[in-house]
């Protein structure tokens, strides 16, 4: 099979996508997607993406992570696939889209390179001692701390990502250092299982979070800084509710091309660049 694929990436996330919208492809393939996600044998990404037409919306968002499986929201996936939808002319300046936790409405820079998407509104906090919990699309856990810059977050997210609490379902572990206006934050993401450049869902988680930590209500911007570059979340809170909340930052065309997608006996990927 060969599969025409486009890369995308937004502050460092990077993705596969695919334009589906034939149908064509079925992508019900957790080994062929991990070894296409693969960034030694495959293409590389931090997860993969699939364009397809929905009743009533502009398309639909399928995600995958990295290790082939469905996924929750991923912000910055959102972010890269209205880019993509834009690149194919499938949108303008503005979309509605159903994604795997519901429609989301997003805009876009005339350029294309500029995504604001808004995100599920989020009523429930909860602490786990010292961090705080919260889902965002995906659940997030967000935790501040001192000297990022040179903070072991692999294993240590590794670690909380793994514990009984959190073990089943997994959970996506942010660390948070104050800088500036804004804040600084890095990010183990289940799924990939590793720490990720960027992660959307997960600034949001923090920047949600943080209003939480200093009182803060109404009308609300956060600039955040991932390892990957910059992002902008900008929400209301009530005290009770956030609402309007939107992920901003880039989400740009680094590439496409094609692969050659072969099925063993035993149904396993093997995959050579074309």
């Given amino acids: 099979m060969k599969l025409i694929f486009y890369k995308y990436q937004g502050a460092g996330n990077d993705f596969i996508l695919v334009d589906n919208r034939s149908g064509q492809i079925d992508h019900h393939n957790p080994q062929l997607i991990s070894k296409l996600c ?4 495959g293409i590389g990404g931090d997860g993969m993406m699939f364009l397809q037409n929905a009743d009533g919306y502009d398309f639909e968002m399928v995600y995958y992570n990295a290790d082939g499986q469905p996924s929750s929201m991923c912000g ?11 690149y194919l002319n499938v949108i ?11 429609p989301h409405y997003a805009k876009i820079s005339a350029s294309g390179d500029w995504v604001s998407l808004q995100m599920i509104d989020v009523d429930t906090v909860n602490r786990d001692v010292d961090a705080y919990v919260l889902n965002t699309g995906s659940p997030h856990y967000v935790q501040l701390t001192n000297d990022l810059e040179h903070k072991d977050v692999y294993n240590e997210g590794y670690a909380i990502r793994n514990n009984p ?6 959970i996506n572990v942010n660390f948070v250092e104050p800088l500036d206006n804004g804040y600084f934050v890095r990010t183990y ?5 590793d720490e990720t450049y960027a992660c959307g869902t997960g600034v949001t988680a923090v920047a949600l979070a943080m209003a939480k930590e200093n009182g803060l209500t109404g009308q609300i911007s956060t600039p955040v800084k991932v390892l990957g570059g910059n992002l902008n979340i900008r929400f209301n809170y009530d005290g009770l509710k956030f609402t309007q909340i939107f992920l901003e930052g880039p989400a740009v065309k680094v590439f496409e091309g094609e692969i050659e997608a072969e099925y063993t ?3 396993k990927a093997v995959n050579q660049p074309a």
């Fill in 92 to 102: 303008g300046t503005e979309t509605n889209f159903l994604a795997v936790d519901g």
């Fill in 165 to 170: 609490t959190y073990l089943a379902k997994g």
């Fill in 38 to 41: 693969d960034r030694r044998f």
């Fill in 189 to 193: 993401e289940r799924g990939v299982e």
């Fill in 265 to 267: 006996a035993d149904h």
């Fill in 76 to 86: 910055n996936g959102g972010r890269c696939i209205v880019a993509f939808a834009k």
